[in-house]
């Protein structure tokens, strides 16, 4: 799937019951509508949520996501959702080793590259998060945990039309801090010039940063070369703040579209 800069993607973890789930996802399409704007939009909403706003979502562009996935197709799997099946319901990517699932759940490396696999082979495109924590950064061991993730967990056959990297520091998501421009220029740099080593062609991989995005910031983190969209959590369940994040990346330049 060709993407092009900005792509902002909305992730609601946990969050919404039908009615206000349904009434974001409609405040959004109705924003979208007559406003022509480049780049790319696109929402995960919790898996229960998937096949209406799927409906709601036809015709305006946004893209629908799962926030995780089984890395087997199908099976005795109490409580898991594979990738087939979020391909079923009308998704067109899945997020996998978000730190939430890294840390939280214990998924290592080895999981989220099966992970991976797994939404490749039904179809869609996957968004690979990777992130240090904050006693990683203060130890000075960023880089390497970065660079152990993305060699760990990069599956086979990734290239710029079906896989995108997430770089979410895990000290920045939720907490209201977020990396400094520096900083995440130089971690988006490094993570470009690792990829462009692990797969071919892969310096042409979009790359998003996620953690405490917000409209107030989201125009200056887009703006770094590097940047080529954020991973919005708590900003994307306010249709308002979601949409000016979209409008703050407007202005950015696409460097990447020169390198495909
Ligand atoms: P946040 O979450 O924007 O609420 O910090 C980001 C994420 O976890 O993707």
């Given at each position: ?56 979502l ?10 995780d ?10 409580g ?25 759940h ?101 790359l ?53």
């Amino acid at each position: 799937m060709p993407l092009a800069k900005p792509f902002v993607l909305g992730n609601w973890k946990m969050n919404g019951l039908r009615a206000d789930g349904e009434a974001l996802a409609l405040a959004l399409v109705e924003r979208q509508q007559g406003a022509v704007r480049k780049g790319t939009l696109g929402i995960c909403p919790p898996a229960t949520l998937l096949a209406p706003i799927h409906d709601l979502l036809a015709g305006s562009g946004i893209l629908l996501g799962g926030q995780d996935c089984a890395p087997a197709p199908a099976g005795a799997f109490t409580g898991d959702i594979s990738a087939p099946m979020l391909a079923d319901v009308g998704c067109r990517l899945v997020i996998v080793g978000h730190s939430e699932r890294r840390h939280g759940h214990g998924e290592d490396d080895r999981l989220v590259r099966a992970k991976a696999a797994a939404g490749h082979a039904a179809g869609l495109l996957v968004v690979l998060c990777v992130g240090e924590t904050e006693a990683e950064r203060d130890a000075g061991a960023a880089i390497d945990v970065l660079g152990r993730q993305l060699e760990g967990s990069l599956p086979d056959g990734a290239s710029a039309d079906n896989l995108v990297v997430a770089y979410e520091p895990v000290w920045a998501i939720g907490t209201g801090r977020t990396a400094s421009v520096e900083e995440v220029a130089a971690v988006h740099a490094h993570l470009r010039a690792r990829l462009g080593v692990l797969a071919d062609g892969g310096e042409a991989l979009r790359l998003l940063y996620g953690g405490s995005v917000k409209p107030a910031n989201a125009g200056e983190i887009m703006a770094i070369p590097d940047v080529d969209g954020v991973l919005v959590g708590g900003a994307s369940l306010d249709a308002g703040q979601f949409d000016a994040i979209y409008s703050a990346g407007q202005g950015a330049a696409d460097p990447v579209s020169s390198r495909r």
